[in-house]
């Protein structure tokens, strides 16, 4: 069936580290995997998404690489500030639920924790 | 831009009671979610509408009604509330087509005694 899921619950690193946050999947028709931030008290923010046709994606501090062979997935966030400490859910879109039907299926989330 | 607003942000009912979560975007979004975090899960989607005029169930449906009011305004309905429906529920909206962002507003924590 369809499902996100994450490899580790919590990750603590220090201030000026570079993190890395992963995310299995199953669902091979998935055409867009989506990551998300949420801080304390807020609702999800949108970080970066990658096309299921590429492999790597780099934005502001932020890369996320695919591995379709393995059904996995990373958020790497270089140089990480406290700021950055919040809760990290990956998403997936199945190439099924587009247009009118379109839907995100998320994953149960990744708490950063960034020690000053 | 005040972005997804909702309200209201607390609300703490007995079991049986009704009420309507708000949810309004100013950005001229087509597409409108509603979803329920619970501790420790991730969101999961109630229901959603892709447009003005429309609405359709998503992977949580029971216990709950929508109604898409105009383009702006998407409210959720709980007609008798139950205990399982403590958590916190987030509106959200989309622009259209392909865009994969999703803007969330601030949810609405909800206690059902």
């Known amino acids: 069936g369809e499902s996100v899921g994450l490899h580790l619950p919590t990750l603590s690193v220090q201030e000026g580290d570079n993190s890395i946050i992963n995310c299995a999947y199953s669902n091979s028709a998935s055409d867009y995997f989506i990551w998300y931030k949420q801080e304390s008290g807020k609702g999800p923010q949108f970080i970066i998404d990658?096309?299921?046709?590429?492999d790597k994606r780099q934005g502001q501090r932020v890369t996320v690489l695919l591995n379709k062979t393995v059904k996995h997935l990373s958020l790497q966030i270089a140089a990480t500030q406290p700021g950055d400490s919040a809760v990290y859910f990956c998403?997936?879109?199945?190439?099924?639920?587009?247009?009118?039907?379109?839907?995100?299926?998320f994953g149960k989330g990744t708490l950063l924790t960034v020690n000053p | 831009n005040a972005g997804v607003t909702q309200t209201p942000k607390f609300q703490v009912l007995k079991t049986g009671q009704s009420m309507t979560l708000q949810c309004a975007q100013d950005m001229n979004h087509n597409s409108m979610y509603w979803y329920r975090q619970d501790p420790g899960m991730g969101l999961r989607l109630i229901y959603y509408?892709?447009?003005?005029?429309?609405?359709d169930k998503g992977e949580v449906p029971n216990g709950y009604n929508v109604s898409r009011l105009n383009k702006r305004e998407f409210s959720l309905r709980l007609e008798s509330a139950a205990p399982s429906q403590t958590s916190v529920y987030f509106c959200a909206s989309r622009l259209a087509g392909a865009a994969n962002e999703q803007f969330f507003g601030p949810g609405t924590r909800l206690t059902v005694l």
């Open positions: 990658i096309r299921s046709n590429m």
């Open positions: 998403a997936e879109k199945s190439s099924r639920s587009g247009g009118s039907n379109y839907k995100l299926t």
């Open positions: 509408s892709a447009s003005e005029g429309t609405t």
